[in-house]
């Protein structure tokens, strides 16, 4: 029995074992040879060839259906003429492994002290991503892409960081977006979340000038994580990068602009993002779990091509996939973590959940006074533009299940009392059900016992639970709870 409405055991935390997985490249075919030998049972390989149009996809909300979330890798995906990476962020656990094998309960803490340790890049003369560099016969047509949804455009680099130079100071940024072809020289890209990408588009633009960008499609999954990091504008995240590697960062410049990239990447694209062209872009299965022709409609016009010999299409699996949101979601719950803590010691953990995409998140502390989840919330709710709605419950609570957080709701909250709603604040344009003029409302779900709370929770005692799981064990069935 394992419903958080049954009766209450008191709680023995399960505290999985630390993995220890030292991976010191910065180069993904190495972290993957690694990782498989380290893990050989966390990796699938296919070998069968596969169809780029959705299969890889398919697969991946297969395995899922049955609890599973192994990465992925592909020998032969149809017309690709490269090896397929994918799924690599679907895991917790796996991410705790990417991170020198802390366990999931450990990722946000062991997240933010590498992230702030931050190291600027060493700059090198090659690296693998030199083995082939063209400047004069662009063709995008030879850039490994998949289909990924049925309701898809077409095939869509998920993977794609793009690295740009702020125009009036010159400093770094990196982050993920989506992206197509548009012509065998173009690509058409979308800068819907409008964090520090848009704003250097924008300035770029008003000074009428083209903005300069290296798109870096593949690289070790640490940069991966640095690229999905929210920061403040400023911060590079090539520099975070170095901190989640605790070495600095290899770089070689791009041909054209100079601009630094991975040494060790996949394939890097350059070029500039056209100050005035706006082209069709999208539809794409987005976060959501919805597919959304939101976009900006961007131009990226291509000038010089990367790539190693040998390279790779690593792929994020997109949608409301368990990667997709791990990659967004694991640094924005390490940094909200971080901040709320600061103020609200009380705090135990954060969560969000896949069931709400990015817009739900759960938030579980030991409340030193009446009101404090009210202000957590507000907090949390004030700090992270996506959330809509936050659930505070006490820490007795495993965050990380749907049904132990409803059964908080349902037992603990009373709806004219609990419940506090804001509205007009800036969402994500991507929010199927948000206004026309881009505004949400958000609500703080106040889950927590409080001050006034009498109920005694059903228990049972230990020695019991131990008696049962001893006799499932005579009788062959399985011991261990069943989730
Ligand atoms: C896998 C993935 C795909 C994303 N795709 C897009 C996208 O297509 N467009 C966009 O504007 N933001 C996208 N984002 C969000 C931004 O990349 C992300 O919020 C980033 O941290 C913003 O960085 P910034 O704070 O430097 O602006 C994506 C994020 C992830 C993790």
Redesign the pocket.
């Known amino acids: 029995m394992n419903s958080p409405a049954a009766p209450f055991v008191p709680a023995t935390p399960a505290t999985p074992a630390r993995q220890p997985f030292h991976d010191t490249s910065q180069d993904f075919h190495q972290f993957l040879a690694a990782y498989r030998e380290a893990f050989p049972e966390d990796v699938l390989h296919i070998r069968e060839p596969v169809g780029a149009d959705q299969d890889p996809t398919a697969l991946v909300w297969a395995l899922a259906a049955q609890g599973r979330h192994p990465a992925l890798l592909f020998d032969h995906v149809e017309g690709l003429g490269t090896s397929l990476a994918t799924n690599l962020f679907a895991s917790r656990e796996r991410v705790g492994r990417m991170l020198g094998g802390v366990p999931p309960a450990g990722i946000h803490a062991e997240y933010q002290a590498r992230s702030r340790r931050m190291v600027a890049p060493r700059v090198l003369d090659s690296g693998a991503v030199t083995g082939h560099v063209d400047t004069e016969h662009i063709d995008l047509r030879t850039i490994p892409a998949i289909r990924h949804f049925a309701t898809d455009r077409g095939p869509y680099i998920?993977?794609a960081i793009l690295i740009a130079e702020d125009p009036d100071s010159g400093i770094g940024?990196?982050?993920?977006?989506?992206?197509m072809l548009h012509s065998p020289t173009e690509i058409a890209?979308?800068?819907?979340?409008?964090?520090?990408?848009?704003?250097m588009q924008q300035r770029a633009a008003e000074l009428g000038r083209p903005l300069p960008v290296a798109m870096v499609i593949g690289a070790h999954p640490l940069f991966m994580l640095a690229?999905?990091?929210?920061?403040p504008?400023g911060v590079d995240?090539r520099h975070v990068a170095g901190g989640l590697f605790g070495a600095p960062l290899e770089v070689v410049r791009t041909p054209r602009h100079g601009i630094l990239v991975p040494a060790h990447a996949e394939i890097v694209l350059e070029g500039v993002i056209d100050p005035e062209a706006r082209v069709d872009e999208g539809p794409?299965g987005e976060?959501t779990g919805y597919s959304s022709d939101r976009s900006?409609n961007n131009l990226l016009r291509v000038q010089s091509v990367m790539r190693r010999t040998d390279a790779w299409l690593v792929d994020?699996v997109g949608g409301n996939s368990a990667e997709?949101l791990n990659?967004?979601r694991i640094?924005r719950e390490s940094e909200m973590v971080e901040k709320l803590r600061e103020r609200f010691p009380g705090i135990t953990g954060v969560h969000y959940p896949s069931s709400g995409t990015h817009f739900h998140a759960y938030v579980a502390l030991r409340q030193s006074r009446p009101g404090e989840a009210r202000q957590v919330m507000l907090g949390l709710l004030g700090w992270d533009p996506y959330l809509k709605t936050v659930v505070a419950v006490d820490d007795d609570v495993d965050l990380t299940r749907d049904e132990e957080v409803l059964w908080a709701m349902a037992t603990h909250l009373q709806p004219h009392l609990d419940v506090v709603v804001v509205d007009g604040l800036p969402g994500s344009a991507l929010d199927p059900s948000a206004s026309g003029v881009g505004t949400t409302s958000r609500m703080g779900l106040d889950a927590t016992r409080g001050p006034n709370f009498d109920g005694v929770r059903a228990r049972i005692d230990e020695a019991a639970m131990r008696r049962a799981t001893a006799l499932l064990a005579r009788i062959g069935e399985p011991a261990a709870p069943v989730p």
């Open positions: 998920t993977n940024n990196a982050s993920f977006h989506r992206s890209t979308s800068l819907h979340s409008r964090g520090h990408l848009w704003r690229g999905a990091a929210r920061l504008f995240e794409f976060f900006t994020v997709h990659l967004g640094p």
